[in-house]
């Protein structure tokens, strides 16, 4: 693993000394000024500036969240991206950056003090790299390391020049994106990053000895934005106390991302294949299905939006027993499903989970009038 040396000695030593607690007034106020400062980077856009600001916040309370703080960064100007994470240092007590790293060096972190946040700036992602942050971002799972377990969960932000591609990684994931941009960057002189870090570093610090119990006990929901989402929208705005339009703020700030994850979701093969099967459920008198008919639609509907890949029976029998669905013999049919009132409900069930593009209901449906299907 290799550390990459602050780029100011100044904001080096800063960091090393004990933060001294500095009133912030209110949260609001707090929110604003490291919002204003975040803002002097060009290549951050509004949105970019709100989704960091809660991130910095949700830093401060690792414990309380039920996901571990997560961000992934995209920024295709090198430059760019380093005066961020050096930004970013100045906003975080104890951060370590690092340029790559591999589970054996993530094992080599001090366990104290502890890293409050790692800030990986890593050019191009590897399998390695996505593997680590599975790893890293499930709080409660240690791993079984030299004959006893080592927990690694630590807030982390990865910046990439280009995006990761890891479907889990996605979603668990606040995506963030640094645009490149034709003017000079701010050239902060060492006195005066110095100077932002020490105020914001004992503001943050004040913030967090006040607001611990608070935000343990917050219960912040948006119940209208799709799992994982409502999670990291949970972990967002329970590290806001004491200001419920900036917490009112998170669902709106979260909603593309939201978009992005139901569409990723819809156009998975397990939906497709779900869809498949809520297809002929709906068909009137049928009471059961074989696995080689389900495919057959299955592809058809993958043709329709105009993929080329093609499902053969034995993959939409392993899809369907994922979804606890089981195919069972049919007799001389062949192996499929009975479409029995509970595998009817399963699959409605599913349908509402996937997001499936044909889950409009049916009037003559039990099942899609019980609303299990959201439209």
């Known amino acids: 693993m290799t550390t990459t040396a602050a780029a100011d000695p100044a904001v080096e030593s800063a960091a090393q000394r004990p933060i001294e607690p500095i009133d912030f007034g209110t949260t609001g106020k707090l929110f604003d000024e490291i919002r204003d400062f975040l803002t002097l980077h060009p290549g951050l856009t509004t949105d970019s500036v709100q989704k960091l600001t809660y991130f910095m916040f949700a830093v401060q309370f690792p414990e309380c969240c039920g996901i571990w703080p997560l961000a992934s960064v995209v920024a295709p100007d090198t430059v760019g991206s380093s005066l961020l994470l050096r930004m970013l240092a100045c906003v975080c007590i104890n951060p370590v950056r690092i340029g790559e790293i591999s589970l054996n060096a993530l094992m080599t972190l001090p366990q104290s003090p502890r890293p409050s946040l790692l800030l990986i700036d890593q050019l191009a992602r590897s399998k390695e790299l996505e593997r680590v942050l599975r790893i890293m971002s499930r709080p409660g799972s240690p791993i079984l390391h030299k004959g006893g377990f080592r927990d690694v969960s630590i807030p982390t932000l990865v910046c990439t020049a280009e995006p990761l591609r890891d479907q889990w990684i996605l979603d668990q994931a606040l995506q963030i994106t640094l645009t490149p941009t034709r003017g000079p960057l701010p050239n902060f002189d060492p006195h005066t990053l110095n100077e932002s870090a020490r105020k914001l570093k004992g503001k943050l610090n004040l913030y967090r000895e006040r607001n611990l119990a608070k935000v343990r006990n917050s219960h912040f929901e948006s119940p209208k934005l799709s799992s994982p989402m ?56 049928r009471g059961q299905a074989r696995v080689g008919e389900i495919t057959t639609i299955a592809n058809g509907i993958l043709r329709g939006r105009g993929e080329s890949i093609q499902l053969d029976p034995r993959a939409v029998g392993n899809y369907l027993r994922a979804s606890g669905l089981f195919p069972e013999r049919l007799g001389r049919a062949g192996r499929g499903m009975r479409f029995t009132n509970e595998i009817r409900r399963r699959i409605h069930q599913l349908a509402s989970a996937y997001d499936v593009r044909s889950a409009e209901g049916d009037a003559r449906c039990d099942f899609c009038a019980e609303g299990k299907i959201t439209k």
């Open 230 to 285: 409502r999670e990291i929208a949970s972990m967002l705005g329970n590290s806001i106390a004491d200001d419920p339009c900036l917490q009112g703020l998170v669902p709106m700030l979260l909603k593309p991302q939201d978009l992005d994850v139901r569409t990723r979701r819809t156009d998975s093969i397990e939906a497709v294949v779900n869809e498949a099967a809520l297809f002929l459920s709906h068909e009137a008198k």
